[in-house]
């Protein structure tokens, strides 16, 4: 599923995240704001979701066109343990069950075909210099195609 995209891959599982309930664009000001390609020092609880190294799959056959997965890299940052855990587990089993759907963009539209976890929630411990807020990540390769 190769092809240009006008939005960055983050930026497109951020609005999909939203759309299955798992977090708020930092503009509405609602619970778990949902950033892309940075985490702001505040608030202390936020979703970031990051581009990472993605794989490519080869080519189709006969029509030549290059298939990829976009590596996509989730950060949870919680005030506490427990409660980063339990939504990064939410996050993680939303994701499983991302399968032929789409997200739009401002007047972009998306078509995610399937969306393949490849860690179970990580804990990454404490950020710095505060030192008490907990960190947690999920790590995803999805295939995407724009349509509109």
């Known amino acids: 599923m190769s092809g240009s995209l006008v939005h960055s891959p983050a930026q497109i599982l951020q609005y999909l995240l939203i759309q299955l309930s798992q977090g708020t664009l930092p503009s509405d000001a609602g619970s778990w704001?949902?950033?892309?390609?940075?985490?702001?020092?505040?608030p202390d609880i936020c979703i970031t979701t990051l581009d990472t190294s993605g794989m490519d799959a080869g080519r189709t056959s006969p029509d030549n066109e290059r298939q990829e997965?976009?590596?996509?890299?989730?950060?949870i940052?919680?005030?506490?343990?427990?409660?980063?855990?339990?939504?990064?587990?939410?996050?993680?089993i939303a994701l499983d069950g991302v399968a032929r759907i789409s997200t739009t963009i401002s007047s972009s539209v998306y078509h995610i075909q399937s969306i393949k976890r490849t860690s179970d929630v990580i804990v990454v411990g404490t950020d710095k210099p505060e030192g008490k807020r907990s960190l947690f990540t999920v790590n995803c390769l999805a295939t995407i195609r724009q349509t509109v």
């Not at 950033?35 to 505040?42: D, F, Q, V």
């Not at 976009?70 to 950060?75: E, F, K, P």
């Open 77 to 92: 940052r919680a005030s506490d343990h427990s409660s980063g855990y339990t939504k990064s587990r939410a996050i993680a």
């Open 33 to 42: 704001p949902i950033y892309t390609s940075e985490t702001p020092n505040k």
């Open 69 to 75: 997965f976009h590596g996509i890299q989730v950060l």
